[in-house]
């Protein structure tokens, strides 16, 4: 969660008196009593702890951990808890599966002369700057080097933007540094992100021990329609970075797409360097087909009182940052909890 959405959403609540807040603690299963969940083990500072449930476990644990307990629970593919002799309390093929996420490649720049982040980097124009933001709320410190953002369409024919372009308007090691030094080398970036991927990816079980990490495929650009997009993406944003808006304050394109010669060894750098948006969803994706795992009331399939609310039940991956459609997901769990909740033909 957010600072900003943690601020504006659980801080206000924590006074109320029924609502406990547990810190450094870990869930390990949820507790089903048959086929109902009626609450939840986890241990806190090495004890071993149980928390019950009256009406509903909500299971907020994100795309990658909601799986994990799900499984570990006993409710996920037969053959995956077998291996780890779980035994199966609600059979869910699509548990863990439908694992998504936003592949990112990034090109650097050096810059032809240093630019703001560099001048106010110097440590005494810092200090003055980090006074100036702690006071009065405004200034260098309080602006993010990267809140430049576009949505593109690499095939005008194609009805929503494929792509989003996350510019860096400092390089990735800037540092303070003294006066009188030249500091570090001055330069910025672009994060180019593919927006709507066919590839598919799993979270699984690497023991049936819940504090071990589980088993992540994310399988970023696994089909070729991923790639296309990605390399047309980069063609899209070099063709921007020539343009006279920005081809002055660049004096060299670096890191390892810079020596690239031909779509081979283009492939082959960003397939080896390419990371995520760090947006994974969909996992336990919701649905009403077999292999989905809750339904549009987000309930878990099989299951009686419980939910996953995150975002492990997106069906597919929205084309942008998930951190809002997360917020409105729990906005309309909270709303079904209390049965205020308007048909969805009504919104």
């Known amino acids: 969660m957010g600072g900003a959405t943690a601020r504006q959403l659980p801080h206000p609540a924590l006074s109320r008196d029924r ?49 994990q307990l799900l499984m570990l ?6 053959e995956e808890l077998a291996q780890h002799d779980i035994a199966v309390r609600v059979p869910l093929a699509g548990v863990g599966k439908n694992l998504q996420d936003h592949a990112a490649a ?8 240093p630019g703001p982040v560099h001048r106010n980097m110097r440590l005494d124009r810092l200090a003055l700057e980090l006074g100036r933001g702690y006071l009065f709320g405004t200034g260098f410190t309080t602006e993010l080097p990267g809140g430049i953002t576009a949505f593109l369409k690499t095939n005008a024919h194609e009805a929503l933007p494929d792509t989003q372009l996350l510019f860096i308007a400092g390089p990735l090691g800037a540092k303070p540094y003294l006066p009188l030094q030249p500091g570090f080398a001055d330069g910025f970036a672009c994060r180019i992100v593919l927006l709507r991927p066919e590839s598919r990816g799993s979270v699984s079980l690497a023991s049936a021990d819940p504090l071990a990490h589980p088993h992540i495929r994310q399988k970023l650009l696994a089909t070729d329609r991923d790639w296309s997009t990605m390399r047309n993406a980069i063609a899209l944003f070099r063709d921007i970075a020539r343009q006279r808006a920005i081809a002055p304050f660049i004096a060299a394109e670096l890191g390892p797409l810079a020596a690239v010669r ?15 948006a760090h947006h994974p969803a ?6 009403t087909d077999p292999v989905a795992v809750v ?6 399939h099989g299951t009686e009182g419980l939910r996953v609310v995150d975002a492990s039940v997106f069906p597919d991956l929205i084309g942008g940052n998930i951190n809002a459609a997360v917020v409105m997901i729990a906005e309309r769990a909270s709303d079904l909890m209390r049965g205020r909740a308007k048909p969805l033909s009504h919104l």
Not at 37 to 54: E, F, I, P, S
Not at 73 to 78: D, L, Q, T
Not at 295 to 300: F, H, T
């Open 262 to 276: 031909n779509d081979k060894q283009l492939e082959h750098v960003v397939r080896t360097t390419a990371v995520t």
């Open 282 to 287: 969909g996992t336990c994706r919701m649905g």
């Open 295 to 300: 339904d549009p009331e987000l309930r878990v």
């Open 73 to 78: 629970s006993g409710i996920g593919p037969a």
């Open 106 to 113: 990034l090109i650097l720049y050096g810059r032809s002369s």
């Open 19 to 67: 609502l406990t807040l547990e810190v450094k603690a870990q869930v390990t299963r949820v507790v089903m009593d048959g086929c109902r969940a009626v609450g939840v083990d986890y241990v806190r500072n090495g004890k071993r702890l149980t928390a019950r449930a009256r009406r509903e476990v909500i299971l907020s644990a994100g795309a990658i951990n909601s799986p």
